[in-house]
């Protein structure tokens, strides 16, 4: 079984190169990177392991993703941000959480969560309602995407849009968990800062959570979604 690996550049080649580096040097079970360019000109990369396309524009996260996740064949799919690291062994390890369980979503223990070791113990796999700030998972179309619908590309810019995803698998019945064998470095919102100003990022992420709150009331972020 080949695994793809979903992945969107805006602007990004250097978290790009490393990210793609990173893969061919570190998974050690088949795969085929999937990128879904958003970037302002075209910025092939080069392999025989990569289906490459360029949108010709910024289409937003969600959207572009979308796509890549629907070329993709198969089932079970990785989705990724570039601005991670991971050690040896990483895809292997969410595989075979992937697989021991009925979860639709697993995201590693990350450095930008500190709490969380200390919080999911017992694993491999523990639940969770939603892991914020989603860096890399994995997933599948039975699981996810054919129950729950693909991201929801009205989040036209930045932020919240993988919290929002993980809600609407937790109302429709599915489950969330986080890879306890899994530990992987977040750089966060590397790739957007470069992209935009500080006030403009900013203000990107306080609408989208306006709009979660609008959505779940204020405790959206620490409660289990209701309906």
């Known amino acids: ?5 979903c992945v969107v550049p805006w602007n990004s ?3 790009t190169d490393a990210f793609v ?23 092939p990369i080069d392999g025989n392991d990569v289906d ?9 996260y969600a959207k572009a993703i979308n796509i890549a ?3 993709a064949p198969g089932d079970v799919v990785i989705v990724a941000n570039l601005d991670i690291e991971f050690p040896r062994g990483w895809l292997a390890t969410l595989l075979r959480a992937y697989e021991s369980t009925d979860f639709a979503i697993i995201a590693p ?11 999911f113990k017992g694993g491999p796999v523990v639940e969770t309602v939603w892991a914020p700030n989603l860096a890399l998972w994995i997933t599948s ?13 009205s989040f036209e810019g930045i932020g919240c849009a993988d919290i929002y995803h993980c809600w609407r698998v937790w109302q429709g019945g599915g489950r969330v968990g986080i890879c306890t064998d899994l530990l992987i ?19 990107q992420i306080e609408a989208a959570k306006a709009r979660l709150r609008g959505i779940y009331g204020p405790g959206f972020s620490d409660r289990k979604p209701e309906g």
């Open 1 to 5: 079984m080949t695994i793809p690996i």
């Open 109 to 119: 223990l990350m450095n930008s969560r500190p709490q969380w070791p200390h919080k």
């Open 13 to 15: 080649a250097r978290w």
């Open 185 to 203: 470095y977040h750089h966060g919102h590397e790739i957007m800062r470069a992209n935009m100003n500080e006030k403009e990022h900013g203000r």
């Open 141 to 153: 179309k039975s699981r996810l995407l054919d129950r729950h619908g693909y991201w929801d590309d």
């Open 69 to 71: 996740l629907r070329k």
């Open 21 to 43: 580096e990173q893969v061919r040097r570190y998974t050690t079970v088949p795969y085929r990177l999937y990128v879904s360019d958003n970037s302002a000109s075209p910025r």
């Open 52 to 60: 490459y396309w360029w949108n010709g524009r910024n289409l937003g």
